[in-house]
């Protein structure tokens, strides 16, 4: 069974910098890959951002593109969210999901969540 522990949401100001971390435990990925997703508050759960464990491929959602980066370690057992310049509107829990085959915006295809951590960003 694969646990993820989603850590580094709090409150900011708007254009500050925030660093989100997913560590997963409990099964070791050879491909697949993570992904973060947000619920602002009276939303949907939406996609932020993937990567692939299969050669480091990345997504993100449009409105994050040039601010928000993806990465993980070499271990494959931990994703980051690097969140620059963010906005009120970045407001919401943000989720990371695993998954030992997908990588990408579907989050139904991913059988792993954290608990999420909450991001409050401040006009």
């Known amino acids: 069974q694969v646990q993820l522990v989603e850590s580094g949401g709090g409150l900011v100001q708007a254009g500050d910098s925030l660093r989100l971390s997913c560590a997963a435990s409990g099964r070791t990925f050879s491909s697949g890959g993570m992904g973060w997703f947000r619920q602002p508050p009276g939303k949907e759960r939406e996609f932020v951002a993937a990567?692939?464990?299969?050669?480091?491929?990345?997504d993100y959602e449009d409105s994050v593109k040039g601010r928000f980066t993806i990465s993980g370690d070499n271990a494959k057992t931990t994703a980051y969210l690097q969140m620059n310049s963010l906005k009120p509107e970045d407001t919401a829990v943000y989720y990371c999901?695993?998954?030992?085959?997908?990588?990408?915006?579907?989050?139904?295809?991913?059988?792993?969540w954290g608990q999420g951590t909450q991001v409050t960003v401040s006009s």
């Open positions: 990567i692939s464990w299969n050669g480091g491929s990345t």
């Open positions: 999901a695993a998954d030992l085959d997908y990588y990408g915006s579907y989050a139904p295809l991913y059988d792993y």
